[in-house]
């Protein structure tokens, strides 16, 4: 559930990895071909539907396969938010699109530009709501806030995304305890272990002790301001804060964090491109990302025998553990190929690919009736699930915003935070250059919506 900059590497790595599992994708008993009213014949007509998918590399032949068996020719776009929006302006849109429901559902139904999926679902006997996991609300939008009015899309998977992923190794070098199943660390007694971990030679970091904001830093504050019992956005959601108490706490912490040098941030990026490559070569104690990470662990035996699962850090006593992606797909309102959309959607999220990923620990399912298809063999999986089936009492979704879109927040704070963590500049100054360029970022996008 990679965002921003560090998806790249995570997609190379599941391209290479694909293999041969991924062949037989479609739902048993799909028809050879499908007619759905856009190609002016039947399914005897000779004529293939197409459907364009925008999505990762990695999923490439995980559609193609699908469609093969549903006669659907797939058109395969890399994933791209400049072109999205291109596309969907010009209202010719993919038919399919890859998306993370936590954070652009709000944006995208507020324009009017996806499918209302909820007449789909009511007569689906392949994805039925009762089997749905309660986080795909967060593909819902009633006008004004996630969670209510209809369903707009659908998870592929999901993790708990500030949970932690530790090395023993490392922390028996460092002569340090494993940390609690249970019992969730603070920020400030994460930070020191972090400190206590990381490893320097000749002045330059040569193992990071710890890897913080893994999907990204706003949404990384935006976790740690809830658990300190406070709020980024305003109950509007028209503005943004960072100069609450809880925020600007949270925001200190980040600062202090990336000047200790400990671990990849705005201002000194993790050069391999995401966590995993640097925690299997041994260059990373402690990595803050959910149960996909696991995925590639597993992959790895000797990284899996030495690797934990632990609760998300708390930087208040509101503890939470919440979900930043929830990826998946929706269908754009102006797709022309919408009831064939549906029928590869279907094989996606109900058939053979969705027990493939079940199976292959990337996520938590988000059909119900798969999670006993998470993986339990070795000793290394059975202590993650357990962890995890115990972080679930503490699962939250926090609303974000329908004005502006994720990667505008990003971009302010990747254009804000370096600078003020080389020069040392007061969290109390960086949070109003924050609020006045993300303020601002909302309100064009309140005005552009009328």
């Known amino acids: 559930m990679s965002i921003s900059g560090t998806s790249l590497g995570r997609r190379q790595f599941l391209a290479a990895s694909a293999g041969a599992a991924l062949a037989a994708t479609a739902l048993p008993g799909c028809a050879a071909s499908v007619d759905d009213g856009s190609s002016g014949g039947g399914s005897g007509s000779g004529k293939t539907t197409t459907l364009t998918v925008m999505s990762t590399d990695d999923e490439k032949k995980v559609f193609q396969a699908a469609g093969k068996a549903l006669g659907i020719k797939i058109n395969f776009v890399g994933n791209d938010a400049t072109k999205l929006n291109a596309m969907l302006a010009a209202k010719n849109p993919p038919d399919i699109v890859r998306g993370l429901g936590a954070t652009d559902t709000p944006y995208f139904a507020a324009r009017g530009l996806m499918a209302d999926l909820d007449p789909y679902f009511a007569k689906s006997s392949v994805l039925k709501a009762s089997d749905i996991d309660p986080v795909n609300d967060v593909w819902r939008f009633d006008g004004e806030k996630q969670g209510a009015g209809p369903r707009y899309g659908m998870a592929k998977d999901w993790s708990q995304d500030q949970m932690l992923w530790y090395r023993t190794d490392m922390f028996e070098a460092a002569k340090l305890d494993p940390l609690s199943e249970t019992e969730p660390l603070s920020y400030d007694e994460l930070l020191d272990l972090g400190r206590e971990l990381t490893k320097r030679r000749l002045g330059k970091v040569k193992v990071y002790g710890l890897s913080s904001s893994g999907l990204g830093t706003f949404t990384q504050l935006m976790g740690m301001t809830a658990s300190a019992g406070g709020s980024l956005f305003a109950e509007d959601l028209l503005t943004v804060d960072f100069s609450s108490p809880e925020a600007l706490k949270a925001l200190q912490w980040y600062l202090e964090y990336a000047q200790a040098d400990i671990g990849p941030n705005v201002a000194n990026p993790n050069p391999d491109g995401w966590d995993w490559p640097t925690f299997q070569a041994g260059r990373m104690a402690i990595a803050s990302d959910g149960y996909w990470f696991g995925g590639a662990i597993g992959g790895d035996a000797k990284v899996a025998k030495v690797s934990r699962f ?17 990826t998946g797909y929706w269908i754009p309102k102006d797709s022309k190929n919408k009831d064939a959309a549906w029928k590869l959607f279907e094989a996606y999220f109900g058939g053979k690919p969705a027990e493939d990923r079940a199976a292959g620990g990337w996520g938590i399912p988000s059909l119900k009736s798969l999670r006993s298809k998470m993986p339990q063999d070795t000793a290394f999986q059975k202590q993650a699930f357990k962890v995890q089936e115990e972080e679930l009492k503490h699962f939250s979704v926090l609303t974000f915003t329908p004005y502006t879109q994720l990667t505008a927040l990003d971009a302010v704070i990747n254009k804000v935070l370096p600078k003020a963590i080389k020069g040392k500049t007061s969290a109390g100054k960086v949070a109003d250059q924050l609020n006045s ?7 064009k996008g309140k005005e552009a919506l009328g």
């Open 310 to 326: 632990a609760p998300a850090a708390q930087l208040g006593s509101n503890r939470i553990s919440p979900c930043f992606g929830a």
């Open 437 to 443: 360029l993300m303020n601002e970022q909302i309100a």
